[in-house]
């Protein structure tokens, strides 16, 4: 057969192409990079192709003829001279395309090695194959079974158990250790219609939430949380945060005029000493609607306390302090508006 192709490897770093089959023009010839039509090249000379980029390692470069035969190469008037190249251009058009249509057909005497992407429209029919290399229908490979440790032609895939397959043993499929039988109740669970299933999930029992108490996890909430009920019993530490109140020890310098007692930290103050002249002030309680309830442990020694306004006292009348210890409590129902205060000195 005539040549009508060169086929190559790249290799990464090569452009320069040869060909050694005749052409009328350049267009005709084509490119194919791994079965994929390329415009990407030029000539380097007429026996030469260049590459814009060279084709990958192991890419298949297919350099083959495809000669226009949609109009004569050379077409003569009436009365014009005929020149013996215009007749040899006109013959060679016709001589190519035969043997491109030769060496890219199928046919039915020898062997011959087809290239490139095929699409067949219609049926194609294949005998039963008895080799190897044979080529089966879709109509074959549904209706195998498998049949005495052998796959052979079945009914529809059906499976058909026979003794020699009760002798298989598998260690791993796709390297996943396959269930058997003797692990049903040992290392899986068997079935059992109570079994918690996908659909189960938000009907019959609740979706994974982060903010969802559990029982054997330290649980850390991030939204508000509400315990209802008669009574909740803590086995361990109890730890409040946020605006929890809490008992702290807050103790302020000696002869500091100015005090501030911040409710949000805590709701018992000590030792607070008394030695000339204070300011109090009470900040953070809770909103009006909520009973802020707070104490001040303190050491009198001498001097006056300046009370923030609002402050109420039995009688009406700020109370004469004694030397010794002392204990103060203020509630307030209205955010802090109003206190009312209470003293007890009956300590020495």
Known sequence: MAVTENNYVGDGSTVLFSLTFPYLEQTDVKVLLDGVDTTAFS????????MDTAPANGVAVRIYRATNIDDLEVIFSPGSSIRAQDLNDNFDQNIYAAQEVQNYSVQDIGNVTLTGNYTFAGEINAPTPTDASHVVTKAYADNLAI?????????????????????????????????LAADIGVTVEAYDTTILRDADIGVTVQAYDADTAKLDVIQTFTAAQTFNGASTSFGGDLILEENARYVQDVGFPFGNPSMT??????????????????????????NTGYCTTFSIFCNYVSGSITYPGGVIWKGGV???????????????????????????????
Request: proline share 4%; aromatic share 12%.
């Open 318 to 348: 700020a109370p004469t302090l004694a030397v010794g210890k002392c204990i103060f409590t203020f509630t307030t129902i209205d955010g802090g508006t109003t206190w009312f205060g209470l003293l007890n000195q009956e300590f020495s």
């Open 43 to 50: 000539f380097a000379s007429d026996t030469q192709i260049q």
């Open 147 to 179: 049949q005495d440790g052998n796959v052979v032609p079945g009914d529809k895939g059906d499976v058909v158990v026979s003794g020699d397959l009760q002798t298989w043993t598998v260690d791993t499929i796709n390297g996943v250790v396959p269930l």
């Open 261 to 286: 007692f911040d409710l949000s930290k805590s709701n018992v103050f000590g030792l607070v000493t008394i030695n000339g002249g204070l300011t109090w002030t009470f900040a953070n309680p809770y």
